[in-house]
C-alpha cells in the first residue's frame, strides 16, 4: 500500500533522504525511529506529495503522490503531531468539515457521530468546540476522519508525543482496530516500548538512511533499545 523505492530527497545541499526503501502492506503497522533530523517526517511529505522526491519513487496504492496528489491523498489520512483543526467549530462540525473537503461526500449527523464514537470521543464531547479538546482528543478526531473517509493508509507523525500514558494507550488501541480493519499504518514516533508492542515491524533511520528494519516478534524491548542505541552510536 506504501512503498518507498530508493527514495531520495535533497533539500539543496543537505541530503535528508538517502536511497530509502519501505513497503508497508494493508493491515500492517510499520513503525519509524531515528533520531532527530534522520528523515521521518520528510518520508511522509513525500507520501503526501508536500515534497517531490530527487530520485527514487513513492507510491500510495500504486499512485505517485508527486504526479497526483489528489489521488494519493484521497487513500490516505494524515496525523500530523499537532492535529490543527478549527477551534471555534464543535469536535464534529470539524470531522463533517475534514471529511467532506477530502472527499466531497456528505454524511448524516448518525453516520458522523457513529465515527466519533468508534474514535474513542463520546458523544457529549461531540458538541463541545475543539477549542476545548485535549491534545489527545483532538487526535482522535483525526482517527475519526481516517474512519469516515474509509482511508486505505494513515501517516501519523509522532502521534503519541505528549499524550499521558492512559491517552497513549487508547490512542495505540485505536490503530490496533484500524489495522485490524485493514488499514496500512505508518507512525513515526520515538517511543520505543509502544513501537515494539504495536507494530508488526519497526524500521530505525539515522541521517536519512535506513540502518535496519526488524520485525517486533524477534526482538525483547531491551533488545530493540539495545539494537537502536549500537546503530546510533556506530
Ligand atoms: N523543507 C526543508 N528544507 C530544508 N531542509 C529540510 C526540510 N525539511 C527537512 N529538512 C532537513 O531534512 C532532514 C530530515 O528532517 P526530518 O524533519 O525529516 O527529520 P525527522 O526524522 O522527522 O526528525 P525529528 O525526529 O526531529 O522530527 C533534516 O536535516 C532537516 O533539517
Ligand atoms: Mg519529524
Same mark, same amino acid.
Request: proline residues 3%; neutral net charge; aromatic residues 6%.
Given at each position: 500500500?506504501? +512503498?518507498?523505492?530508493? @527514495?531520495?530527497?535533497?533539500?539543496?545541499?543537505?541530503?535528508? =533522504?538517502?536511497?530509502?526503501?519501505?513497503?508497508?502492506?494493508?493491515? +500492517?503497522?510499520?513503525?519509524?525511529?531515528?533520531?532527530?533530523?534522520?528523515?521521518?517526517?520528510?518520508?511522509?511529505?513525500?507520501? =503526501?506529495?508536500?515534497?517531490?522526491?530527487?530520485?527514487?519513487?513513492?507510491?500510495?496504492? &500504486?499512485? !505517485?503522490?508527486?504526479?497526483?496528489?489528489?489521488?494519493?491523498?484521497?487513500?490516505?489520512?494524515?496525523?500530523?503531531?499537532?492535529?490543527?483543526?478549527?477551534?471555534? @467549530?464543535?469536535?464534529?462540525?470539524? =470531522?463533517?468539515?475534514?471529511?467532506?473537503?477530502?472527499?466531497?461526500?456528505?454524511?448524516? /449527523?448518525?453516520?458522523?457521530? &457513529?465515527?466519533?464514537?468508534?474514535?474513542?470521543?463520546?458523544?457529549?464531547?461531540?458538541?463541545?468546540?475543539?477549542?476545548?479538546?485535549?491534545?489527545?482528543?483532538?487526535?482522535?478526531?483525526?482517527?475519526?476522519?481516517? =474512519?469516515?473517509?474509509?482511508?486505505?493508509? @494513515?501517516?501519523?507523525?509522532?502521534?503519541?508525543?505528549?499524550?499521558?500514558?492512559?491517552?497513549?494507550?487508547?490512542?495505540?488501541?485505536?490503530?490496533?482496530?484500524?489495522? +485490524?480493519?485493514?488499514? *496500512?499504518?505508518?507512525?513515526?514516533?520515538? !517511543?520505543?516500548?509502544?513501537?515494539? !508492542?504495536?507494530?508488526?515491524?519497526?524500521?530505525?533511520?539515522? *541521517? &536519512? /538512511?535506513?540502518?535496519?528494519? /526488524?520485525?517486533?516478534?524477534?526482538?525483547?524491548?531491551?533488545?530493540? +533499545?539495545?539494537?537502536?542505541?549500537?546503530?546510533?552510536?556506530?
Amino acid at each position: 500500500m506504501l +512503498e518507498c523505492q530508493q @527514495l531520495t530527497k535533497r533539500f539543496g545541499e543537505r541530503l535528508a =533522504l538517502d536511497a530509502l526503501d519501505l513497503r508497508v502492506g494493508g493491515g +500492517e503497522i510499520f513503525c519509524l525511529l531515528g533520531a532527530n533530523g534522520a528523515g521521518k517526517t520528510t518520508t511522509i511529505n513525500l507520501m =503526501l506529495g508536500f515534497h517531490t522526491p530527487t530520485s527514487g519513487t513513492v507510491r500510495v496504492g &500504486g499512485v !505517485d503522490p508527486a504526479a497526483d496528489p489528489h489521488a494519493a491523498r484521497a487513500l490516505l489520512a494524515y496525523i500530523p503531531e499537532q492535529v490543527n483543526l478549527y477551534p471555534l @467549530l464543535t469536535g464534529l462540525e470539524n =470531522l463533517e468539515y475534514f471529511v467532506q473537503i477530502s472527499n466531497g461526500r456528505r454524511y448524516s /449527523r448518525d453516520d458522523l457521530m &457513529g465515527y466519533f464514537t468508534q474514535a474513542g470521543l463520546s458523544s457529549a464531547d461531540a458538541g463541545r468546540r475543539l477549542g476545548e479538546y485535549s491534545k489527545g482528543m483532538r487526535q482522535k478526531v483525526g482517527i475519526a476522519v481516517a =474512519l469516515a473517509k474509509q482511508a486505505k493508509a @494513515l501517516l501519523l507523525d509522532e502521534p503519541l508525543s505528549g499524550l499521558d500514558p492512559k491517552a497513549a494507550n487508547e490512542f495505540c488501541s485505536l490503530l490496533i482496530a484500524l489495522k +485490524e480493519r485493514g488499514t *496500512a499504518i505508518l507512525l513515526a514516533t520515538h !517511543d520505543l516500548m509502544r513501537a515494539r !508492542d504495536i507494530g508488526a515491524r519497526v524500521g530505525i533511520m539515522r *541521517a &536519512g /538512511r535506513m540502518l535496519a528494519q /526488524r520485525d517486533t516478534t524477534e526482538l525483547t524491548h531491551n533488545e530493540l +533499545e539495545q539494537v537502536y542505541l549500537d546503530l546510533m552510536r556506530a
